[in-house]
């Protein structure tokens, strides 16, 4: 962390700090439980009671904070032992704080530290700013209210969380805030309503979308790119089904060690109508919805022997799985229940896996490429073992042996690149890929993985030349992480204005009036055998309505016929975001149109 992020960080704890002070001042009897910096502000979990605030009551917090930071309060640091601290806090009958002192007493702690500003003191860390006056005014602003139960376990008390916002300055704010309004304007789950691309049925479930014939269309495009781009790069394609013999689970660990992102078993041993009826299973057969694809990619490897000389294998997947979501986490097409994995198994040789790296490197690359993203923007994260752990899976030998090749291809390729140092998962060391999209927020897509758990699990093995079985290399990896993830990111940075060779419709006609209707079909099936895809308005609206609402549904090309573009052997098309039309030859039009989605402009 440099310095100046580490500044901001105590800064940010500081005003949760005052925040309390004044939710004091103005509720004297509530609860505090805790209160943290986070990436762009802070917030304080606080148990009102039988106080409800509102929305509205922000600014009235905001204005007595002003009040602390302009009073000039020192932040006061003092220590307790933890028995005095536990006295105290009982006491003053803070049920949250004595959780918390006796959670450190467990922890081996003997002595807890408060910070005291003005007439208000929290049991707190630190550090803090030293005075409260170096908050600049104009720097913060409380921003929403939320519920959130205490410690995130649902069988503990809903507390009542207030967010702010805060920056080094004013203009900081200011930006953040602009970035924000504009994030708004993004916001998939809206676009999608205004361009008809999806929605989420309370009655088919939540987490689960469902696609309109328009997004639809989108994911098909994509899907056919993602096809035909791995043919080119030499994989081969496998199908897995939904779910799986529990048996499968076991074995891969899943069971064991996945079981807090897993569905619950299916029994498919009777059917649901036996179930109905209270029957007993005759003979039980338990399958889970799959969270991840992997152990059947295994199998299909175990099904025959395998030879050094049929390696690397290189199989994929768009396979749709199930994970465990909490309703209040689900959020549009980015956290969702189902979601398509764009997954790839790599098995191979150890000295095959640098060259296999350098090429999946580059093909997600060309992949964020193809779809509007800078390079230059791309962060990498290598997540490494902890030292101090034996939590993992493998050898040593085979960590030190991956870890340091993730980290000299990601050099090579003049990658952004982070050290995570203990951040690894136990099964293998990994490479995040990370995006920054036209606003510059930043989104995970890509993932290279190495795996040493299920290939010791299945004991997966080839022949090598010497004749002996040897345990292959076995490599994760998603380009896009989720279909449903990697749309939603497309709809925010373009703001719904996808490029021609990614729009569900390219071109809109717009019939003037019933007399023109035959003729824009005529047209429209002219385009189709072109494979331009065209939707006709032949609704009985006014041309402006028809011409607003394709403005609004962000098509790249719009034509209005009537009588005179009946009668004229050119086009007149109106480009998106362009008020003025231009007039072109038909057969030009399609070649332009074709020209743009070979381009992938």
């Known amino acids: 962390m440099t310095e100046e992020n580490n500044k901001l960080e105590i800064t940010r704890h500081s005003l949760s700090h005052i925040m309390a002070a004044a939710i004091s001042k103005l509720w004297p009897n509530v609860k505090f439980a805790i209160g943290p910096s986070i990436d762009n502000g802070f917030y304080y979990d606080i148990d009102f009671g039988k106080v409800k605030i509102s929305e509205n009551?922000?600014?009235?917090?905001?204005?007595?904070?002003?009040?602390?930071?302009?009073?000039?309060?020192?932040?006061?640091?003092?220590?307790?032992?933890?028995?005095?601290?536990?006295?105290?806090e009982k006491k003053n009958k803070e049920i949250y704080k004595q959780e918390l002192i006796k959670d450190l007493k467990k922890q081996g702690e003997k002595i807890v530290s408060y910070y005291k500003l003005g007439e208000f003191e929290d049991l707190c860390r630190?550090?803090?700013?030293?005075?409260?006056?170096?908050?600049?005014?104009?720097?913060?602003?409380?921003?929403?209210?939320?519920g959130a139960y205490w410690r995130g376990d649902e069988k503990n008390k809903m507390l009542t969380r207030i967010y702010g916002l805060a920056f080094n300055n004013k203009a900081g704010l200011d930006n953040y805030l602009k970035m924000m309004e504009e994030a708004e304007k993004r916001d998939h789950r809206k676009l999608s309503k205004e361009l008809d691309l999806f929605h989420i049925d309370e009655v088919v479930g939540l987490g689960l979308p469902l696609w309109h014939p328009k997004g639809a269309m989108l994911w098909k495009i994509i899907e056919d790119f993602w096809y035909e781009a791995h043919l080119k790069n030499g994989y081969q394609l496998v199908r897995s089904p939904h779910i799986g013999n529990r048996v499968l689970w076991e074995a891969s660990g899943h069971w064991g060690f996945y079981n807090e992102s897993m569905y619950p078993p299916l029994e498919v041993g009777q059917t649901l109508k036996e179930s109905q009826g209270k029957e007993k299973v005759k003979n039980s057969e338990q399958f889970l919805l799959k969270p991840m694809n992997c152990p059947f990619h295994v199998q299909i490897f175990k099904n025959k022997s395998r030879s050094y000389?049929?390696?690397?294998?290189?199989?994929?997947?768009?396979?749709?799985?199930?994970?465990?979501?909490?309703?209040?986490?689900?959020?549009?097409?980015?956290?969702v229940r189902g979601f398509t994995q764009d997954d790839a198994h790599i098995i191979c040789?150890?000295?095959?896996?640098?060259?296999?790296?350098?090429k999946v490197v580059d093909f997600i690359l060309f992949i964020y490429k193809s779809?509007?993203?800078?390079?230059?923007?791309?962060?990498?994260?290598?997540?490494?073992?902890?030292?101090?752990?034996?939590?993992?899976?493998?050898?040593?030998?085979?960590?030190?042996?991956?870890?340091?090749?993730?980290?000299?291809?990601?050099?090579?390729?003049?990658?952004?690149?982070?050290?995570?140092?203990?951040?690894?998962?136990?099964?293998g060391p990994k490479l995040d890929f990370k995006v920054k999209d036209a606003i510059n927020r930043e989104w995970q897509c890509s993932t290279l993985q190495f795996d040493f758990n299920l290939p010791e699990r299945f004991d997966m093995a080839f022949i090598n030349n010497k004749g002996e079985k040897e345990r292959p290399y076995m490599l994760?990896?998603?380009?896009?992480?989720?279909?449903?993830?990697?749309?939603?990111?497309?709809?925010?940075?373009?703001?719904?204005?996808?490029?021609?060779?990614l729009s569900p419709v390219q071109v809109k006609i717009v019939s003037v009036g019933q007399a023109h209707i035959e003729y824009c079909q005529k047209l429209a099936n002219d385009f189709k055998q072109n494979n331009i895809r065209v939707e006709v308005d032949e609704s009985d609206e006014t041309v402006g309505n028809k011409i607003r609402k394709a403005i609004g549904e962000k098509i790249p090309y719009m034509l209005?016929?009537?009588?005179?573009?009946?009668?004229?052997?050119?086009?007149?098309?109106?480009?998106?975001?362009?008020k003025i039309t231009r007039e072109i030859e038909k057969e030009k039009f399609m070649e332009e149109v074709k020209e743009k989605v070979k381009e992938k402009k």
Not at 129 to 143: A, D
Not at 400 to 424: H, P, Y
Not at 476 to 497: D, M, Q, T
Not at 560 to 574: H, P, Q
Request: aromatic share 10%; net charge positive.
């Open 371 to 427: 779809f509007g993203f800078e390079i230059k923007d791309v962060n990498v994260y290598l997540s490494v073992k902890s030292l101090e752990s034996k939590k993992y899976a493998g050898t040593d030998d085979g960590w030190n042996f991956t870890e340091k090749i993730l980290e000299k291809i990601a050099l090579e390729k003049n990658l952004k690149i982070s050290k995570d140092v203990g951040g690894a998962v136990f099964y």
């Open 57 to 88: 009551d922000l600014l009235k917090i905001e204005e007595e904070m002003k009040k602390i930071i302009k009073a000039n309060l020192l932040f006061e640091k003092s220590e307790l032992s933890i028995v005095k601290a536990l006295a105290k």
């Open 126 to 146: 630190g550090p803090h700013i030293k005075f409260s006056n170096q908050i600049q005014l104009g720097s913060f602003k409380l921003e929403k209210l939320a």
């Open 560 to 578: 209005v016929i009537g009588d005179r573009e009946m009668t004229s052997s050119k086009l007149n098309i109106r480009d998106r975001g362009e």
């Open 309 to 335: 000389r049929d390696l690397p294998l290189r199989w994929a997947e768009c396979g749709t799985v199930y994970r465990y979501e909490k309703t209040g986490e689900l959020f549009g097409l980015t956290r």
């Open 476 to 501: 994760h990896r998603a380009l896009f992480g989720s279909f449903e993830r990697f749309i939603g990111v497309l709809i925010e940075h373009y703001v719904g204005a996808f490029p021609v060779w």
């Open 349 to 358: 040789k150890a000295d095959q896996v640098e060259s296999e790296l350098k």
